[in-house]
């Protein structure tokens, strides 16, 4: 049995059983194997590259499941159908890409997602885009915290203020410390640039970490 990190085991926890679930940039198909061997239907795991398609290939053999498809596909151009989509260990910004190209998109498919950057990002192209966080989880792996979102497509678009970009669903409040912090620290750094230009953007960044603050003590409290 395959051990998983911290996040991909998140991130394998959302998916639903029974049935098929494509992982998005598979590399060594270990997520792909685990799901396989915990109640997936069928895994379809796939990745642009050829060497990390190797790499899961033997992966497979070794770990010998017979419910896993190797397909060479950018993103999901080449994915005719998954009820669950798992992409994780990308940018937020590539992850939003992804789904936008998705062909089979209904109000049954599921997506779980795991940004390593730029999470506000991946939170506004979703919701501008006609989809929803059902969920949030956090992963830690050494010094740093990862968010694991569960989302699904409602057709509905709308435009997210900056503090639910940035949070998201987050009510952990490690988490939403951790995320005050870096905002603190970037303002911090344009502050030290001492350009006139960064003046708004710096204070807006403190004003953010100062909400984000309160609502981890709120949070905390509960």
Request: neutral net charge.
């Amino acid at each position: 049995m395959i051990a998983l990190s911290p996040r991909l085991k998140a991130a394998a926890q959302l998916c639903r059983q029974g049935v098929t679930i494509c992982d998005v940039g598979t590399d060594h198909a270990y997520l792909a194997c685990w799901l396989a061997q915990n109640g997936a239907k069928q895994v379809i795991a796939s990745d642009v590259r050829d060497g990390p398609l190797e790499a899961a290939r033997r992966t497979v053999e070794q770990q010998g499941v017979k419910n896993v498809a190797l397909v060479k596909s950018d993103g999901l151009e080449r994915i005719d159908f998954a009820d669950d989509v798992i992409i994780a260990g990308m940018g937020g910004e590539l992850i939003a890409r992804i789904i936008a190209g998705c062909r089979f998109l209904s109000e049954d498919t599921r997506f779980i997602l795991q940004p390593m950057t730029k999470a506000e990002i991946l939170r506004r192209e979703l919701y501008s885009g006609g989809f929803e966080i059902i969920e949030e989880r956090i992963a830690r792996e050494g010094k740093r915290l990862y968010t694991v979102m569960l989302v699904k497509y409602t057709g509905n678009r709308r435009q997210p203020d900056e503090i639910f970009c940035r949070c998201g669903k987050i009510t952990d409040p490690e988490m939403l410390r951790y995320i005050a912090e870096k905002l603190q620290k970037n303002a911090a750094g344009m502050e030290k640039s001492e350009r006139t230009d960064d003046e708004p953007q710096s204070a807006e960044f403190r004003r953010l970490a100062e909400e984000i603050l309160a609502r981890a003590a709120e949070f905390e409290q509960h």
